[in-house]
């Protein structure tokens, strides 16, 4: 009966001390401002942009393996600038212009405003805290918007002390380079996990003179100030809207558009979160249906008036927490 007793009582300690814990972690969360999800936490690895070009290989041996990943298209476009010599030959002059043109205004549009189209991530409502995914986590510019919750473990050298965790938006594409592997500069190769964050970011969770640590992330909500914001660019027949300073989920899937004089029109993705839809929308008052990637939709309404013009921004609703 004792020794049953003294079970019991070690049980209901271990208790107490578990709910404590999970108390505090909750607080914790809360104090920083952090809505999770319920996301476990999974690893990655994470480098910080340290300039606007990207290291070459001699550069990365010499300093002893740093990042080669750039914010957004750099060192992809070197990883690939060989390919275009091999598709002049195959195509010929006519299509390699063709093609040459396209590329010239991909990049010329990811310059801009990087990978998700944000450009100035503080007129975005992103602030510094952002980061570039990998191909494994940036799945084609669907996760533009979202939020990581980020903190550096088992590196006693590089982590700060008590592992404090900091949340960035998906903001940007960290390019593949498979010119060197996975595992040697070649950090956003598919299918590797790995988050190419803003300095400021990178230095609330490790030492700034770290090159590659190793983190734990997880989904969070994104907590965002006032309403999601439709830029609207395009033409007389061509109709195109950048979402931004999406709360809640970040992600957003699907998008309709309405005017006056029409019903709700479904937009297709063209890239990052610019989404485009091919009508004759001027003249004519706008309302925007946002669905996130939780399936929520919400509807702003006559967020445009109808003397609205091509490069203007509009705030509607937003998405509750």
């Known amino acids: ?12 300690f271990f208790f107490v001390v578990f709910v404590f814990c999970w108390i505090l ?10 809505s999770t999800t319920g996301e476990e936490w999974r690893s990655a690895t994470a480098t910080y942009s340290k300039g606007a070009q990207s290291p070459t290989i001699a550069e990365v041996q010499h300093r ?3 990042s080669q990943t750039a914010p957004a298209w750099g060192n992809g476009t070197r990883a690939i600038s060989s390919s275009w010599c091999l598709l002049q030959e195959v195509a ?10 396209l590329r010239f205004w ?4 990811c310059a801009e405003g990087g990978a998700c189209g944000y450009g100035d991530l503080e007129k975005s409502g992103y602030g510094k805290s952002s980061a570039g995914l990998s191909s494994a986590l940036f799945e084609r510019g669907s996760a533009c918007g979202a939020c990581f919750e980020l903190r550096c473990v088992d590196h006693i050298l590089w982590c700060l002390q008590g592992s404090p965790s900091v949340v960035v938006t998906a903001a940007d594409f960290c390019a593949p380079n498979y010119g060197l592997p996975g595992d ?31 983190v734990q992330f997880r989904r969070v909500n994104c907590d965002r100030y006032g309403g999601m914001r439709f830029t609207v660019t395009g033409g007389s027949y061509f109709y ?8 809640s989920d970040g992600e957003v899937i699907a998008v309709k558009v309405k005017g006056s004089r029409t019903g709700w029109i479904p937009m297709a993705r063209n890239w990052g979160q ?3 839809c091919s009508a004759d929308l001027r003249g004519q008052p706008l309302s925007f249906e946002v669905t996130a990637s939780s399936g929520r939709t919400v509807t702003s309404y006559n967020v445009a008036s109808s003397n609205w013009s091509f490069g203007q921004t509009f705030e509607g609703k937003q998405f509750l927490n």
């Open 1 to 12: 009966m004792g020794l049953v007793l003294h079970h019991a009582r070690l049980f209901f």
């Open 184 to 214: 040697y500069g070649g950090w956003c190769n598919y299918p590797r996990e790995h988050f190419e964050m803003s300095e400021a970011a990178f230095v609330q969770i490790a030492r700034r003179k770290a090159d590659i640590i190793p």
């Open 25 to 34: 972690a909750a607080a914790a969360a809360a104090a920083a401002g952090i």
């Open 240 to 247: 195109q809207v950048l979402i931004a300073n999406v709360g």
């Open 274 to 276: 610019n989404w485009q």
């Open 106 to 109: 991909v990049l010329s549009r």
């Open 64 to 66: 002893g393996m740093k």
């Open 92 to 101: 010929g002059p006519r299509v390699f212009l063709s093609v040459l043109m």
